[in-house]
């Protein structure tokens, strides 16, 4: 097939950009699909595959590295080989992963092809981004990136909905197939549809920075998990996390010598003296941590804590896409007219307001406070996002645009990756701490115990016909389960606190960002 081959402007007349706006729409729906729907599934594959978290947490994190890993490959990848070349090339690497990651039979074989699967989507978004920001023109870019979220959006709504279904229905494999048909309509779809593009532009790869940038975060991560890790008895001082931490900073510094001393850095780390850019890029962060770092705790609270099934979980993620959906594309044409520090300001209040609700969830919350704060993640979310990208890429010109929502996609990844493993440290440390407590705090040989182990204990002898002896043992490890189960929230509850405060923190630079009033 003939590609027509543009380096200088946006290709395609009015139908043909939402063309290829429907289409980026559907591959990042399914690349973010992936990510909710085994956030949903993860009981269920820990409990098939006899994970334990410290092992489990990594079908999230290895994913997210592996995509932050290529990320800052994907706008030279583009440039050199063209958008609709690379755009292909990723989803034929998802989708390849997909069907490896369905056929998995060992938590390492999953984590493995779950890397694998995550080169695919880590070129998926920035180069859908590119491709929408390079087809649009600039009056219609906060529109066209709304929209753009929505497939985000669908895949919050669907993703837990259709993972929990396969899981209950089927097995958690499926939670991988799914992505198979998508991925081959996409693929089929791109080489008929879409037009070429490139730059023009005719560099080296810079491969000392890909090296450094690919050790940094993946070493530091994992001896982030190593502090917690059941075979780690020194905890920060145990050899392994201090070499990992020496090898990670000095992997960095060497990454920012070379970017800054290269003639062709592989990120050009001059576009952060956009001052727009810098200060969006960081609030992604901070954002990040908080919001994609604590994602996968409500699924596993609700299910471990109280006892809904995969599906069940699904059914209360439903309406948090579609709110995301209607927000996304009126925040991101609202921005237009209303300042857009307004816009951004209010979905960080609800996404801080929803944070701040989980923080009290106990073994007796009620469905409808935990669907009031997913609702107003989902709305804030929507609203958050499109006039921040906006904002962060006003000034940005087509042949960085590429290397710029790169950037962009690599700062919110390596943030949720460093919220997803903190957050699974600090849930495993806060989980103890409390079990301890909890235990100090009950007099095993006082009155008021003894009391309430002898009520259980003729309760479960005359509803269960269990012996004297044996509904005395039966009590006392009742009472054990729900002082373990406490902890286990109390737990959870101390991690969303760290998520609220963090995510709060992300107004400090918002204020700083420089915006007009059109």
Not at 30 to 41: F, K, P, Q, R, W
Not at 171 to 199: A, R
Not at 472 to 491: F, N, P, R, T
């Amino acid at each position: 097939m003939t590609m027509n081959v543009v380096t200088a402007t946006p290709i395609g007349g009015g139908s043909y950009k939402w063309l290829v706006l429907f289409n980026v729409m559907l591959t990042t729906f399914m690349a973010v699909l992936d990510s909710t729907v085994v956030n949903t599934g993860l009981p269920v594959i820990m409990g098939t595959l006899g994970a334990s978290m410290n092992s489990a947490e990594w079908i999230l994190t290895g994913y997210m590295l592996s995509m932050a890993t290529i990320l800052p490959a994907a706008g030279w990848l583009s440039d050199r080989f063209g958008y609709k070349r690379i755009f292909i090339f990723s989803l034929t690497v998802f989708t390849v992963g997909s069907f490896m990651c369905g056929n998995s039979t060992a938590i390492g074989e999953l984590v493995f092809w779950r890397i694998f699967q995550g080169i695919g989507g880590g070129l998926l978004m920035p180069v859908g981004m590119a491709v929408v920001t390079t087809v649009f023109p600039v009056e219609q870019r906060g529109m066209a990136l709304g929209f753009w979220a929505i497939a985000s959006a669908a895949s919050v709504s669907f993703g837990p909905l259709i993972g929990g279904y396969l899981v209950d229905n089927l097995n958690w494999n499926y939670i991988f197939f799914v992505n198979i048909p998508i991925g081959i309509f996409s693929i089929i779809y791109t080489m008929i549809v879409q037009q070429e593009y490139k730059t023009g532009m005719r560099q080296k790869f810079d491969i000392p920075g890909f090296i450094t940038s690919a050790v940094f975060l993946p070493v530091f991560l994992y001896g982030l998990s190593e502090v917690t890790s059941s075979t780690n008895t020194k905890g920060w001082s145990s050899p392994l996390v201090l070499g990992c931490m020496w090898v990670a900073v000095v992997s960095f510094v060497l990454f920012l010598y070379t970017e800054l001393t290269v003639k062709h850095p592989m990120i050009n780390l001059k576009i952060f003296k956009d001052h727009n850019f810098s200060l969006a890029n960081l609030i992604v962060f901070i954002f990040g941590i908080g919001m994609f770092g604590s994602t996968f705790l409500i699924p596993l609270y609700m299910q471990d804590s109280l006892g809904y099934s995969a599906y069940q979980t699904g059914l209360f993620f439903l309406p948090v896409g579609f709110l995301q959906a209607v927000a996304s594309p009126v925040a991101g044409n609202a921005s237009r007219w209303v300042n857009p520090k307004v816009v951004i300001v209010l979905g960080l209040f609800l996404l801080c307001t929803s944070f701040y609700m989980n923080y009290s969830f106990s073994f007796l919350t009620d469905k409808w406070y935990i669907m009031i704060s997913l609702y107003l993640r989902g709305v804030g979310l929507g609203i958050l996002y499109p006039p921040l990208l906006n904002v962060s890429l006003r000034q940005i010109s087509n042949q960085q645009m590429a290397q710029a929502s790169s950037v962009t996609n690599i700062v919110r990844q390596i943030g949720g990756s460093f919220g997803v493993a903190m957050f699974s440290h600090l849930l495993s440390q806060r989980q103890t701490y409390h079990t301890e407590r909890y235990h100090e705090a009950i007099a095993y040989t006082g009155e008021t115990y003894l009391n309430v182990v002898d009520g259980l204990s003729r309760f479960f002898s005359s509803s269960g016909g269990l012996g004297r002896a044996e509904s005395v043992s039966y009590a006392k490890q009742y009472i054990l389960e729900h002082v373990d189960m406490e902890a286990y929230i109390s737990g959870i509850n101390d991690v969303f606190f760290v998520a609220f405060v963090t995510t709060l923190l992300a107004v400090i630079p918002m204020f700083f960002l420089k915006t007009k009033r059109k």
